[in-house]
């Protein structure tokens, strides 16, 4: 994945073999040493998690947006991450999409279905009631 835009300016730096330490790398000016690095991009959603999450419910969900085409996942305040490659997570809102398609359609058979059932219904009734009148009338 092309990073777009989302990088930063760290420090280098290096053990000191006397204590041991993280210590800032000296240039030849005397300047700690810098380069840029890509960062990657996390984020925490605005709505907390459903009853149906079980433990990790209203939590909020963090984002990550890793360099090698990989989103993760995790509740806030927990180590369990959950690894989705980008095109799997493409691949999953097309299906998404279809079975939406599919679900409206059906939605909308029903729908017809229904209306078709309730005039039949009523036909048989107002035929049941002429039938009814003519016999009395008989």
Known sequence: MIEIGITRLVVIKTKDKRTGKLVPKKGADGKPEQKLKEASVWRVTRN???GHFG?????KLVVGFMSVDQIVFRPQGTRQVLRLNVTDAYRIAIQRKANLVVLERARAKKIVRANRLASARIARADRRLRE???RDTD
Do not use: K, S, Y
């Not at 433990?55 to 939590?59: E, M, S």
């Open 48 to 50: 907390t998690l459903g």
């Open 55 to 59: 433990c990790d419910h209203n939590r």
């Open 132 to 134: 009814e009148a003519r």
